[in-house]
């Protein structure tokens, strides 16, 4: 007699005496489910059951179907709900792709000459905002730099300044100025600038202060949380030191980058690369440590209600 489980109900075939402890895994080569297959292809009375099997089988996939579609539904209405731009699910593998720098190396190609260009131009600029009385203060990684280690984080790509837009657009003839200390000043686009020094360039941002809150926000980018704080972080600036050198920055740095810059993850001392955890050796021990104790047991529980629906 052969007892057909793990599906709909328990079938069970006359004439034939085989268990699965007998014949081992499901799929295996003597398997009950091999068994199955050589009653289907006989004249075996026994046949007639197997249509229901099929129709078994059948349902269940579809349970799975089902639930997976749902699935996508519920993370999409999510995305749309907290107003994820041009994300959708779809296309949640290439933004992974993109925000994770996937299949570039973890320090760019002349990365030591190219970071000593930017922060020689960020030092020039220093200098000048100050001679000239304007405001600024770095930002982003150039200030998370500078707050954990008073220096340039090593796979960090480029240097993040700030300016307040009609300060910087009231000094006339800046980027004569700017020459005359060695750097190029090109405008990228209405808010942003490039001060280049030796083709090695600092990103410096223009923003505005949004007058119902009073919060200082990247004048082309009103509604992205990330690029807004309150006006007081730099009323005034305060000085910090960068790479042995004084600059400016806002007067309370740590707040600023936990709650308005990097609130999910400034606790988190880890690269945004992908390919850094491969070069460093404590990030590789974090990175395995990390699927271990989260991503493992998500995948155990997922593939355990799959097998149950």
């Known amino acids: 007699m052969l007892e057909l489980r793990n599906c709909c109900h328990t079938d069970t075939i006359v004439g034939e005496t085989v268990s699965q402890e007998q014949d081992g895994p499901m799929n295996g080569k003597n398997g009950w489910a091999a068994k199955l297959q050589h009653i289907y292809k006989s004249n075996s009375p026994n046949r007639q059951l197997l249509p229901g099997r099929l129709i078994c089988v059948r349902t269940s996939c579809a349970r799975r179907c089902t639930c997976f579609v749902l699935f996508l539904v519920v ?53 000048w905002a100050e001679s000239v009385g304007l405001r600024y203060w770095i930002d982003f990684g150039t200030l998370l730099g500078a707050v954990r280690g008073g220096e340039m984080i090593a796979w960090d790509w480029d240097v993040d300044v700030g300016v307040m837009k ?76 960068f790479e042995g050198h004084r600059v400016q920055g806002p007067n309370h740095p740590e707040q600023m980058l936990k709650q308005f810059r990097y609130p999910y993850s400034y606790g988190w001392t880890v690269p945004q690369k992908f390919s850094c955890y491969f070069t460093e050796w404590k990030y590789f021990q974090l990175m395995v440590a990390f699927c271990i104790v989260v991503v493992l047991p998500v995948c155990v529980a997922v593939g355990y209600c799959c097998y149950k629906i």
């Open 166 to 241: 009609d300060e910087i657009e009231s000094i006339s003839e800046v980027a004569a100025l700017l020459k005359s200390r060695g750097l190029l000043m090109t405008r990228r686009t209405t808010c942003r600038l490039a001060i280049c020094c030796n083709g090695s360039c600092v990103d410096v941002f223009m923003h505005v202060v949004r007058k119902s809150d009073n919060f200082i926000i990247r004048c082309e980018l009103e509604d992205i949380f990330r690029y807004q704080f309150p006006a007081n972080f730099i009323n005034p600036t305060k000085p910090i030191m």
């Open 75 to 127: 993370v999409e209405a999510l995305l749309r709900f907290n107003q994820v731009q041009e994300t959708h699910v779809w296309n949640l593998p290439v933004r992974a792709g993109k925000f994770f720098h996937f299949g570039q190396p973890c320090y760019p190609p002349g990365r030591e000459q190219n970071a000593r260009q930017m922060k020689e131009a960020l030092f020039r600029f220093a200098d």
